[in-house]
């Protein structure tokens, strides 16, 4: 007999998105009157993926099943279509100008405190990686939500591949800067290009994901092709898209968000319902393609997997 023990992050069915309630002209109208789905007037033309991405063949890649949801992810029509990606724009239909993106050539430049600095192609690194797909939930600052199938590959594999020295203590992770194409990063006012931060710890911890690939697909543009980060148990924001550069060292990074406001978007800024935005409530959270509201989970159901972490950080603000 198979006794199957549901991990702590899986959800029930009932908390499933069905793809029907997306497409329920109805449902769909009712909730943009609401204003809760402002996608405007090109929701139902979807972005297309690059054709002709040289990486198409690896997917899809075999699915991990111990990172499982016990319920359907969010479907890609409403995903792809429901972005924030500031480079191209402060508004969610983004979906559209991050076309513009060039995605080959890409490199990635591993430098800092690590035994093995190197200039890597987006696809010799794809080739020295153990690829897979894991279902993740994802949780913004905003309070939305959505359950996503990522592709990719463990960060701590690509530690490993940089050789950090006894010193490294932070990976800063660096965006592209093009400001040609990306016509976000011409308001002066932002501190471009996009920087986030992790400890070494969270750096390899098991959830720390590089995402490649979505749905079985290469990486769309507006999900932050070629190469993102995932970090289900961190606000959305910590997830940096278009990685250029990782530096290992020995100082913690600024970040992006940190700089701008740093009493709204700390360094750490892991999901808590009981500790609120300055400005709105992170007690429960809207889920996309449904609208519906649930609870917030600590550390969004992850708890289990990271809470050791931060046991010993009690002078630090780890929720903003």
Known sequence: MNIIHKRSWELPESAATPEDVFWNRRR?????????????????TRPAFAEDDP??????????????????????????????????????????????????????????????????????????????ERLYRHRCVEAWSMAVPWSGFQLSELVKLAG?????KYLR????????????QKQSWYPWPYVEGL????????????????????????FGAPLRLALPWK????????????????KRPVSFWEEIQASEYGFWANVNPKVPHPRWSQASERLLGTDERRD?????????QVAYLYKDMKNEKLFM
Do not use: C
């Not at 909730?31 to 809760?36: E, I, L």
């Not at 400890?199 to 994901?209: D, I, K, P, W, Y």
């Not at 490649?212 to 507006?222: E, N």
């Open 199 to 222: 400890t070494m710890e969270e750096a390899t911890n098991e959830l720390t994901f590089m995402v490649t690939g979505v749905y079985g697909k290469p990486l769309a543009k507006q």
């Open 173 to 184: 992770f660096e965006t592209f800067k093009n400001p040609d194409v990306a016509s976000g």
């Open 28 to 44: 769909f109208l009712a909730g943009m009157a609401g204003g809760s789905l402002a996608l405007g007037a090109g929701m139902f």
């Open 164 to 168: 950090p020295k006894s010193g490294a």
């Open 55 to 132: 990486s198409a063949k690896l997917y899809p890649v075999p699915r991990n099943e111990a990172y499982t949801l016990g319920r359907d992810v969010t479907p890609e029509s409403v995903t792809s279509v429901y972005n924030n990606f500031y480079e191209f724009g402060s508004h969610k239909q983004i979906a559209r100008a991050a076309q513009a993106l060039p995605i080959r050539p890409w490199s990635v430049v591993l430098d800092g405190m690590i035994d093995n600095p190197q200039t890597i192609g987006i696809d010799d690194l794809l080739a020295k990686m153990p690829l897979e």
């Open 296 to 304: 917030t989970l600590l550390y969004n159901g992850y708890e289990e």
């Open 235 to 250: 606000y959305g924001f910590k997830s940096i898209k278009s990685i250029v550069r990782i530096s290992f060292t020995d």
